[in-house]
Nanobody
Framework: VQLQASGGGLVSAGSSLRLSCAAS????????MGWFRQTPGKERSFVAG????????YITDSVKGRFTISRDRAKNTVYLQMNSLKPEDTAVYYC?????????????WGQGTLVTVSS
């Protein structure tokens, strides 16, 4: 089972990026999938999650209105569209999957992709 995150990079403030996370090895169509981020010296924090059906999404307050999560069940892929990026969004972004919406239940993790936002 593998979650492969991609799409990170170096951008300037106000720019947009779209992260992708392709799952392989099993279907996650009935799993919640989500994105977390981590900066040096801080704990990994929840950013966004989406239900298996795609009908329910959860976005942390600090990125609400700027980030959107979506998924393509046929492709076993989840996306994080990030608009109006700010320097404080700089982090390693991880995708994950789990059986519930609760962050503590996410049990499958990708390797992370670095997003750097310059001011």
């Amino acid at each position: 089972v593998q979650l492969q995150a991609s799409g990170g990079g170096l951008v300037s403030a106000g720019s947009s990026l779209r992260l992708s996370c392709a799952a392989s090895g099993r279907s996650f169509s009935n799993y919640y999938m989500g994105w977390f981020r981590q900066t040096p010296g801080k704990e990994r924090s929840f950013v966004a999650g989406i239900s298996g059906s795609g009908r329910n999404t959860y976005i942390t307050d600090s990125v609400k209105g700027r980030f959107t999560i979506s998924r393509d069940r046929a492709k076993n892929t989840v996306y994080l569209q990030m608009n109006s990026l700010k320097p404080e969004d700089t982090a390693v972004y991880y995708c994950a999957a789990g059986p519930t919406y609760r962050a503590v239940d996410y049990s499958y993790w990708g390797q992370g992709t670095l997003v750097t936002v310059s001011s």
